[in-house]
Structures are given as structure tokens and as C-alpha cells.
């Protein structure tokens, strides 16, 4: 369509200007937003890696001074993720021996 006057050729220019601003205002408001929340995720996730580290930390240093057998006992049945039996098989022990280091007994 070809504007008949001058007027309304610099009105379709104005109005489609303001159309594309707005239409750049939303894009990168929509933008930001979904960087804000990335960025909330990675933080959130961050600071939960950190603390499971910490966590994780705290654990193994118990772990260690468990006594030997009942450190090794632990590490089959949690690490290894061994059954009672197999570690009854494995350590040559009772299952009584077994079920008092791990739930101290």
C-alpha cells in the first residue's frame, strides 16, 4: 500500500518504529528474565554441589575412624552396595558380626 500523502507516510514510519521497539522491549525483557533465572539455577546449583562436597567431606572423615572392620563392613554394604550374605560370604563372618557393626548393635 502506497501512502497517499506525506503525513501518513511519516505516521506508518513512527508507528512501525514504535512497533519494533516494543517488540525489542519484550524480546529483551524476556531475555533477561530467562537469564536471571539460569542464573538463579546455576547459583541454587552451585551451592548445593558445594554442600553435598561438604557433606561428602564430613562423611568420609567419620568413615575413617570408624575401626577397620567396621569400616570395611560399612564400604561393602554402602559403597558396594553388598547384601548382608554377601558380606557374611566375603569377610567369612556371622551375619551377627555383620548386623552389629552396622547398626551397632
Known amino acids: 500500500m502506497i501512502p497517499q500523502t506525506f503525513s501518513t507516510y511519516i505516521f506508518t514510519i513512527a508507528r512501525n518504529l514504535a512497533y519494533n521497539h516494543m517488540r525489542d522491549v519484550v524480546r529483551w525483557t ?23 562436597r561438604e557433606f561428602q567431606s564430613a562423611i568420609d572423615h567419620i568413615i575413617k575412624k570408624l575401626p577397620p572392620k567396621k569400616r570395611t563392613i560399612y564400604m561393602l554394604s554402602q559403597n558396594e552396595g553388598k547384601s548382608n550374605k554377601e558380606i557374611v560370604w566375603k569377610l567369612k563372618i556371622s551375619p551377627k558380626t555383620v548386623k552389629n557393626h552396622l547398626w551397632g548393635y
Do not use: A
Open 30 to 52: 524476556k531475555k533477561e528474565q530467562l537469564w536471571e533465572e539460569i542464573s538463579c539455577q546455576v547459583s541454587d546449583e552451585t551451592e548445593t554441589h558445594l554442600l553435598q
